[in-house]
């Protein structure tokens, strides 16, 4: 009856089984067991039912075993069966037993022969078997019959290698003995995951349908393709048995028998047979569940610590205990600030590593989205220097004027100023998403309790959209500012004097270039247009400084391929190719020189929209501007009488003028518009969020009603508590077993070279699950 002093062994991983089973299979998997593994009509399953003593699993042809069946025997003074998924219902008539199964596989498999991984546990107590866990797997199978699907030889492999390839489980490796044993589906899926054959035993069946004049001893004496724990053989019904309700007590008397009286077995019969191999599997698997039990205890204890804190918080919140939930709201808007408050200011602990976020995301609005929009509105010299055509010339009237006139100089002035309100609006407007973003990052953590998270979301979008409104107002009344009065005194102002200089000037403080070389970018870049003609485009390490743009051959920055000098360059955009995925610019030299050796211009690409703005922000940062809009004769250029001499003097010293007094402009925006939304908005709504979120909402008078749980959460909490409860019973059952034991010994190695490797199959088929 297996070793002395182990007997409550079995019985124990049985319970923990059912209690670990109940909170999911990841634990269930890792409890020691036996999977019974053979191929279609190897005699599994009659020899299962050799174990019990009984009729009672499904019969038929091709794959009858269609979900995994954990069978666990339990000797007991009565005979009866019960299902896990059937708690408290006891099956005395064994049709029944086999009737409930067929109706438990049909539940998740239906009816095409389809399989499924999810176990059926079955308990049978009896005082005709030992204890024993066994696991029926579906049978080996090559080739869909019916309408299987046709993966169904993957499906069985992966769903048998999910249970054997845990070191926790034996495994009994079923061959008919009338069949070519080296060739074993069975012995080959073992050799796979058990190559030293420290778990597998050998079952032969069917030696009383082998050829006249042979037999099997030489295998069952472990001489011929020997295993570590040798064979045993086993004589099961024959199907004319089946039909004929063959009484199983009769079949093992008839197996006895067999042993006794077959020349080549009797010498061996003590050592055959059903009753021995229940006895040495029995012994087997006690003495597995004595050694497995320390590493398996520890697993128990690394999910148990995992769950520790979970658990703790949710044994303390009390969802009818109205303080408790009063405390559990307090302490959700507090980590709600303190998380927005960290994703603004960069100083999480948890730092993204894939994508910029929050407070980063700002900044690059700040730095590099909205200078290249404010660069944009000024980038058509042609249109500017028509505008200044018609103002002069309006402002003479009838009259041609001898002086540049001061009230066109103020009228370009005042609309070039105008056209700042698109670019600061569209600012305002990023960056308020951006804050929205945010706090619907935050606010995932809200989400067990759907009318806090809601009340939340509502509260503080809404002050992100006031405060949205009065930032634009005050934008608005800065610009009317810079509208109200043109301050021609300013010291940086470059005036009529100097007009030889003014373009070059204004272009300087324009472009607000770094000091020194500075770097002001690195990254990967393609370079189209050259890779063309050497076999493709190549991609290289780019950085880009305050004078100069080079290219190395990777990001290690030794091999530099060339660096291009920035004076005299510009940029424009070019139409991404139909069958393309990069987007792509250019740069060129506007005195027509090339750019890099025999090429006018250089394609740059990168992979993404935001990648190219990035770059092309980076650009206007060193001073590399977009490509002025060409004038054209279509309406767009300067009227009729542009050779006026005088006319084109006066343009050209207004335009000089414009680009001077802009610049400032351009500055004084940059630099006010991201203090403005600092003050306003941000700072703002983390102010809000930190002192005000609470006080609204206990102002909307159902703070109970607020953290009232999801279904899911309810369903979570109560699924964490019962996996920790089952997790400590189970630590607690096991501390309560000695394992000091005797033990048989394992057998010596012997050479296993004649089995076959497993012909390899793809991993686990996603239609198993």
Known sequence: MGNRGMEDLIPLVNRLRDALSSVGESCSLHLPQIAVVGGQSAGKSSVLENFVGRDFLPRGSGIVTRRPLILQLLSDNTEYGEFLHCQGKKFTDFDEIRKEIETETRRLTGS??????????????????????????????????GDQPTDIEYQVRDMIMQYICKE???????????????????????????????????????????????????????????????????????????????????????????????????????????????RILNQQLTNHIRDTLPAFRSHLQSQLLALKKEAEDYMQFNPNDSARRTKTLLQLVQRFAVDFDKLIEGSGDKVDTVNLSGGAKINRIFHERFPYELIKIGSDEGKLRTEINYAIRNTHGVRTGL???????????????????????????????????TVYQCIDKLSSFPKLR??????????????????????????????????????????????????????????????????????????????????GAKEYWFILSAENLSWFKDDKEKEKKYMLPLDNLKLRDVEKGFMSSKYVFAIFNTELRNVYKDYKCLELACNSQEELDSWKASLLRAGVYPEKVAVDGQGNGPPENLSDPQLERQVETISNLVDSYMGIIYKTVRDLMPKTMMHLMINSVKEFISSELLAQLYAL???????????????????????????????????????????????????????KPSRRLPPAIPSVK
């Open 403 to 437: 002086f540049t006139p001061d009230t066109a100089f103020e009228a370009i002035v005042k609309k070039q100023i105008s056209r700042l309100k698109g670019p600061c609006v569209k600012f305002i407007d990023m960056v308020s998403q951006e804050l929205t973003t």
């Open 112 to 145: 095409n022969k389809a399989i499924s991984p999810v176990p059926i546990h079955l308990r049978i107590h009896s005082p005709h078997v030992l204890n024993l866990t066994l696991v029926d797997l579906p049978g080996i199978t090559k080739v869909p019959v």
């Open 701 to 755: 008078g159902e703070c109970s009603a607020l953290m009232d749980e999801s279904p899911e959460q309810q369903q979570h909490r109560v699924e964490v508590l019962q996996k920790h409860a089952a997790l400590k019973e189970a630590l607690a059952a096991i501390g309560e077993i000695s394992t000091s034991t005797c033990t048989t010994p394992l057998p010596p190695p012997v050479d296993s070279s004649w089995i």
């Open 454 to 535: 809601d009340e939340t979301e509502r509260i503080v979008t809404t002050e992100i959209r006031e405060l949205e409104t009065k930032c634009r107002d005050q934008v608005m009344l800065l610009i009317d500012i810079q509208l109200a009065y043109i301050n021609t005194k300013h010291e940086d102002f470059v005036g009529f004097n100097n007009s030889p200089q003014m373009h070059n000037h204004s272009n300087t403080k324009i472009a607000a270039r770094m000091g020194g070389n500075q770097v002001i970018r690195k990254g990967w870049l393609t370079i189209n247009n050259i890779g063309i003609m050497k076999g």
């Open 168 to 278: 926790n489980c034996l495994i009994l490796a079923v061959t008919p003995a009338n069949t070519d044993l080296a060739n074993s589906d069975a012995l080959k899926l073992a050799k796979d995951v058990d190559p030293q054959g420290l778990r597998t035993i050998g079952v032969i069946t069917k030696l009383d349908l082998m050829d006249e004049g042979t037999n099997a001893r030489q295998i069952l004496e472990n001489k011929l393709l020997p295993l570590r724990r040798g064979y045993i053989g086993v004589v099961n019904r024959s199907q004319k048995d089946i039909d004929g309700k063959k009484d199983i007590k009769e079949a093992l008397r008839a197996e006895k028998e067999f042993f006794l009286s077959h020349a080549a077995y009797k010498h061996m019969s003590e050592k055959m047979g059903t009753p021995y191999l229940q």
